[in-house]
């Protein structure tokens, strides 16, 4: 089975610019879930969906930041205007709560880096 | 305070001994707890959950202190293989709180 898919893997863009990150969960899964990660702070949960919908967007920083789930299978991260510190590894992870929510299961990340 | 805490490392131990992390976590309501495993530039994986009866799975053993709020995770017998960042996460009503890492480095 495939695993958890982004897309790019890598992004250098400049400040100012509008980013979108892509992620398509594993088939099955009601869960997604979007993270950044830095050195500094660690792995943070950005958003969560539950069938799609949006259940907790406590952790996205800024309007800045956007992010959609159309159907079950794509979802979006959208970072507009992009700045230098937006610089991170973003995961997107997809759990099932019938296999224990859990066991969320991570895509390779995308690397960004905003000059 | 951060919700989970843990020794950031990193922790150089020869091939064959045993090692030992431990994290803490703030929220006394957390429901469950986990130990995650994250390669050099790859994503994290789940490793093992943690029980407050603890729990093996070969060579490691994981270990719940609800009342000091303390996790620990021992690998016994360390292999090459084992070099990976130990991430400790904390679950608490859907959402999981990841640590900032454990760096181990298994020296041949």
């Known amino acids: 089975d495939a695993g958890v898919i982004q897309s790019p893997r890598h992004e250098v863009t400049e400040m100012g610019q509008e980013v979108t990150l892509r992620c398509k969960p594993i088939?099955?899964?009601?869960?997604l879930f979007w993270y950044r990660q830095t050195m500094m702070r660690g792995l943070e949960l950005l958003i969560y969906?539950?069938?799609?919908?949006?259940?907790?967007d406590s952790g996205m920083p800024e309007d800045r930041f956007s992010a959609k789930m159309p159907n079950a299978s794509f979802s979006t991260l959208k970072i507009q205007p992009s700045e230098p510190r937006d610089s991170a590894v973003y995961f997107c992870?997809?759990?099932?709560?019938?296999?224990?929510?859990?066991?969320?299961?991570f895509g390779p990340g995308t690397r960004l880096t905003v000059l | 305070r951060k919700e989970v805490e843990q020794d950031p490392g990193p922790f150089n131990v020869p091939e064959g001994a045993t090692v030992a992390f431990n994290c803490t976590y703030s929220?006394?309501?957390?429901?469950?707890f986990f130990w995650y495993r994250q390669d050099c530039r790859k994503e994290p994986k789940l490793l093992m959950s943690?029980?407050?009866s603890g729990n093996e799975d070969g060579r490691f053993t994981a270990q719940l202190n609800r009342a000091s709020q303390y996790i620990s995770l021992l690998i016994r017998d360390s292999k090459l293989s084992d070099s990976a960042t130990y991430l400790c996460?904390?679950?608490?009503?859907?959402?999981?709180?990841f640590g900032t890492g454990t760096r181990l480095t298994i020296i041949p």
């Open positions: 992870a997809s759990s099932s709560r019938d296999r224990g929510m859990h066991e969320q299961f």
């Open positions: 088939s099955g899964h009601d869960y």
């Open positions: 969906f539950n069938n799609n919908v949006p259940i907790d």
């Open positions: 929220n006394s309501a957390s429901q469950s």
């Open positions: 943690v029980y407050s």
């Open positions: 996460v904390v679950n608490l009503n859907e959402k999981l709180t």
